[in-house]
């Protein structure tokens, strides 16, 4: 199978050092100059992808003691790994109460399990490679409508009672809004032992652990298509790796490289704004403690404050190949709704990323040949379960596959229509979604 990636067609105008400008790229730290690959090489694995699930596969491999070779076609962390809100949720991306009704407790509970060893994971590495990423902890989700309510009650018992989990609290309106300053939440729900992170810095520290690991990183290096023999070639402009196994680690940038997995995932873009420096004391005032913030909408808002007392606000999808003009624009009135006091503040930095959506909303992981292993799909929920998803593939190639099995397991539905219809179909349900928010 040799197959030939388009161009992404999606991404901005890069600045001076290949990424799109953002916040988290004007407050990077680690960025390096990484070399292209020229020439043949050979390695017992080929990361595509420099993502976090790339590098989480190619770290945890290395630490294996694997000879990887890590291919990226921009820069470490281009995607959506260096984009998002920032955020680490406890659980897979629909909650217990969905996943109970879906396949019942024990499997539930089992993906819980999953995500509490993300979490764990993040913070060993975090603390292990000493990577200056601002990780804090807490989390709270803001309930933004009538039919919700009690949502949160039933979620922190569940989790109390049936999960071992009592880091969880329902809140009032009034206790809600004590604690973000905003009148657009009727509740709220407080997880103390979730988090976020500067995912950029994240991902930079990854890369250079990787790096130190023995990994052999490319960048500006995109492949151009691969097979899928024992060993398989992965090519790119110019050069190949002959490798035993290769890991597709592209999620939203997939496109074309692989047929059999592109009418799985659906690429969405979604957007972020990063205010002037509010001040300490505002900032405060605004949301009392550094707790990670999204609501309970279909397509959420999210938010929270950076360490010089920003505030990074996350609105907005489109389900197009480009971004909006004036991202600005798009994406001031979401916060301005949820915080009409900042309407005198500055918007410093705007800018979208490209993730992946599956039609459940659950990450699809697994193989498509014996050497040939992918991650993809995170539907938001991508820092935890991404991370988790590259280190279950490196324990399945090194012959430790229990984990990597039970998430594989889950169903991975095509979307109806396949890659040429799936966008209609995409439009039309996230309009239905989006009625449904404001109902």
């Known amino acids: 199978m040799n197959q030939t990636s388009t161009d992404n067609i999606r991404k901005p105008q890069p600045n001076s050092n290949g990424y799109p400008d953002s916040y988290y790229v004007a407050t990077a730290i680690g960025i390096e100059d990484r070399p292209r ?66 396949f019942g407790l024990s499997v539930s509970r089992q993906f819980w399990d999953f995500a509490e060893a993300a979490k764990t994971e993040i913070r060993e590495r975090v603390a292990k490679h000493d990577i200056p990423c601002d990780l804090q902890s807490g989390q709270l989700v803001g309930i933004h409508k009538a039919s919700y309510a009690g949502w949160a009650q039933e979620l922190s018992d569940a989790l109390t009672e049936r999960y071992d989990y009592p880091h969880t609290r329902a809140m009032t309106r009034e206790e809600t809004r004590d604690f973000i300053a905003t009148d657009q939440f009727i509740e709220g729900f407080h997880d103390s032992q979730a988090a976020h992170l500067h995912p950029l810095n994240f991902a930079l520290g990854l890369a250079r652990a990787a790096s130190e690991a023995g990994v052999r990183l490319y960048e500006q290096s995109r492949v151009t298509g691969y097979s899928d023999s024992d060993p398989a070639v992965v090519k790119t402009a110019q050069g190949s790796v002959t490798a035993s196994f290769v890991v597709l680690a592209c999620n939203g940038y997939l496109e074309k490289l692989e047929p059999r997995m592109s009418g799985k995932i659906m690429p969405i873009n979604n957007f972020m704004i990063a205010t002037e420096p509010l001040g300490e004391q505002r900032a405060r005032d605004l949301i009392s403690e550094r707790v990670g913030v999204h609501d309970s909408r279909f397509v959420v808002d999210y938010f929270r404050m950076s360490d010089d007392h920003r505030l990074l606000f996350g609105g907005g999808e489109n389900y197009r190949r480009g971004f909006p003009r004036d991202i600005r624009g798009f994406v001031r009135p979401y916060m301005l709704k949820l915080f009409p ?14 993730l992946a959506v599956t039609v459940n909303r659950l990450p699809s992981v697994g193989r498509l040949e014996p050497n040939v292993f992918y991650g993809q799909g995170y539907s938001g929920h991508g820092v935890s379960t991404a991370i988790f998803a590259g280190k279950i593939i490196a324990e399945a190639i090194g012959g430790t596959a229990e984990r990597f099995d039970v998430f594989s397991q889950l169903p991975t539905h095509t979307f109806p229509g396949g890659t040429l219809l799936r966008y209609p179909g995409m439009v039309l349900g996230m309009l239905y979604y989006s009625l449904k928010d404001r109902l």
């Open 37 to 102: 690959l020229q020439g043949d090489e050979r390695a017992d694995v080929c990361v595509i992808g420099g993502g976090f699930t790339g590098l989480s596969a190619a770290l945890n491999l290395a630490e294996r003691g694997f000879d990887v070779v890590l291919l990226e076609a921009e820069c470490i962390g281009f995607g959506a790994s260096g984009r998002n809100g920032g955020l680490i949720g406890s659980g897979q991306r629909k909650d217990v109460l969905e996943m109970e009704e879906a």
């Open 341 to 354: 006091q900042l309407a005198d503040v500055a918007v410093d930095y705007a800018w979208g990323g490209t």
